[in-house]
């Protein structure tokens, strides 16, 4: 049986062949895997009633170490969204009682945000069952592969990082 993306360079294949469909079994595959991974782990997220960018929050804070606290700018930066994005993603939180804002105690000006202890449970709770899933949906893959696919993933990613225009 061959996959979709097979079916599509098949396709190509007899109605152009003067094409060169092999970025597709790349490319294509990829945004395929994109899409099933983000419904998957979307589903996890959402057991504990949380979308990908407030997991992304949460998970980020927690990242942080004690105190469990950042500026908007430093979400910002590390959840790699927009200032706007990072508001409305604290608003819903702190609406929640999952973090708190405050004023920054080395800049009376400045805030952070915080996480709050139900916060800190909660994302404590979610990032274990995050990564059962994640394990779960490279469970096809042996070790070997693994390690190899990561290592092509990150070169890759440094290339095309390093080359943004």
Do not use: C, Y
Not at 40 to 52: D, K, N, P
């Amino acid at each position: 049986m061959t996959d979709h993306v097979a079916q599509i360079r098949d396709q190509w294949a007899a109605e152009r062949p003067d094409l060169d469909t092999s970025p597709m079994a790349i490319i294509g595959r990829l945004h395929r895997i994109g899409d099933h991974l983000r419904e998957r782990i979307a589903r996890v997220q959402a057991q504990f009633g949380l979308s990908e960018g407030e997991f992304d929050v949460l998970a980020t804070l927690r990242r942080a170490g004690d105190p469990f606290e950042l500026s908007p700018n430093e979400l910002a930066a590390w959840t790699m969204v927009t200032s706007g994005a990072v508001t409305k993603r604290v608003d819903r939180l702190a609406a929640a009682g999952l973090v708190e804002r405050e004023r920054a105690s080395h800049d009376g000006r400045g805030r952070i945000v915080r996480l709050t202890d139900e916060g800190r449970a909660l994302i404590d709770s979610a990032v274990e069952a995050h990564l059962a899933n994640e394990s779960a949906l490279l469970a096809p893959l042996r070790e070997s592969e693994r390690v190899h696919l990561a290592t092509l993933l990150r070169a890759w990613s440094e290339a095309i990082e390093n080359d943004a225009g």
